[in-house]
């Protein structure tokens, strides 16, 4: 029960600051993610989808921390040989990010997060990712071109492309 009182103060803490200190500067942010694995990920894995929710905090032109959650869904293969026919079990997890943006100017950004993982497919762990690209910010809509790493259930790479709603 402590930890979930914890849980929701620093929840409330991060969205409640950054509001009362200034409305203009923060945005919220929902987001869709196409998900390409990489490496040996793709060897067993088709393509996964990722949607989210996001914050950012505005410090000034060039720089915004942001925070990310969201639902993270690969598609495992069927596979065959002489032998066997299986199916390869699907990753899914909850990923939190913090992260820091950088852009050079109004259109363009370079971002890198990094957060822990609730993995829930195939079992329950945690684990971390790390995840860095670049995109572009035209009046209310974002896209970004990312890597990302797992480190749970395995090392997991994946290429996204993601498309964002930003008020």
């Known amino acids: 029960m402590k930890g979930s009182f914890r849980y929701y103060v ?31 990920l793709k060897n067993n894995y088709t393509s996964g989808l990722n949607a989210g929710l996001g914050v950012k905090y505005v410090f ?17 293969k069927s596979v065959e040989d002489e032998y066997f026919v299986y199916n390869v079990q699907p990753i899914a997890g909850v990923p939190l990010g913090l992260g820091i943006r950088y852009k050079p100017d109004n259109l363009f ?37 990312r890597l ?12 996204g492309f993601q498309l964002s709603f930003v008020f």
């Open 10 to 40: 620093i929840v409330i803490l991060l969205i409640y600051l950054p509001i009362e200190h200034s409305l203009a500067q923060v945005r919220y942010s929902v987001n869709a993610e196409y998900l390409v694995p990489l490496g040996d």
């Open 60 to 76: 000034n032109k060039q720089y915004d921390v942001t925070f990310n959650t969201g639902y993270t869904y690969v598609q495992g």
């Open 109 to 145: 950004f370079i971002q890198a997060s990094v957060g822990p993982v609730i993995v829930m497919k195939p079992a329950s762990d945690f684990g971390m990712h790390y995840s860095g690209g670049a995109g572009i910010h035209y009046k209310m809509l974002e896209f970004q071109i």
């Open 148 to 159: 990302m790493q797992w480190n749970k259930p395995e090392i997991a790479n994946f290429a």
